[in-house]
């Protein structure tokens, strides 16, 4: 649905604000559909001494799978984007700041999925520190550990028994 803002062109000092509900749901990331809850959009448009601006907020639950241990869960995001509106592009404008208004229409639906779907990362874990799977018995090694073996040494370990090598090198003069 587009927005007729021709008026916010026309008007230096006119303002409107933006409060729309979006239905993402069929937008596919990751390989699944994360948007399954409405996507909350707020905002304004502006025009401040001839130049429109608009600035908007986006809130939403993302429902996802973590691609280290496999395991479902949902995450809130809210992000921040501003545009400089125009109803033609001159030359040096191509900008992804820029958006291109014809014939005063904005197509805000379109643009708050592009902005979205571009910020959001290409991986998704359920958090930083997430431990992942066991590669042998495919325990989730955030529930705790398993019996196997650990082939995988605490980077902290690893760092030391790397000190540790480089005191047995025989080049060394001790
Ligand atoms: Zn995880
Ligand atoms: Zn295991």
Redesign the pocket.
């Known amino acids: 649905m587009k927005m007729n803002i021709r008026q916010l062109f026309d008007l230096v000092g006119e303002r409107r604000t933006i409060s729309q509900r979006f239905d993402f749901r069929e937008e596919e990331l990751y390989g699944r559909y994360p948007f399954q809850s409405p996507v909350e959009c707020s905002g304004e448009i502006e025009n401040r001494a001839g130049v429109v601006r608009l600035v908007f907020c986006v809130k939403f639950s993302l429902d996802l799978v ?6 479902p ?1 949902v995450r809130d995001e809210e992000l921040h984007f501003a545009h400089i509106l125009v109803q033609k592009l001159d030359s040096g404008e191509e900008d992804e700041d820029y958006v291109l208004c014809e014939g005063g229409e904005l197509d805000l639906d379109e643009l708050v999925r592009t902005d979205v779907l571009l910020e959001l990362p290409s991986k998704v ?3 930083e520190n ?3 799977l066991c590669p042998q018995c495919g325990q ?1 090694l ?1 529930f705790g550990s398993c019996k196997c073996e650990k082939k995988e040494i605490d980077p902290r370990l690893a760092v030391l028994s790397q000190l540790l090598d480089s005191e047995d090198n025989p080049a060394d003069p001790e």
Do not use: A, I
């Open positions: 973590c691609d280290r241990c496999l395991e869960f874990l359920c958090s997430c431990k992942g989730n955030n």
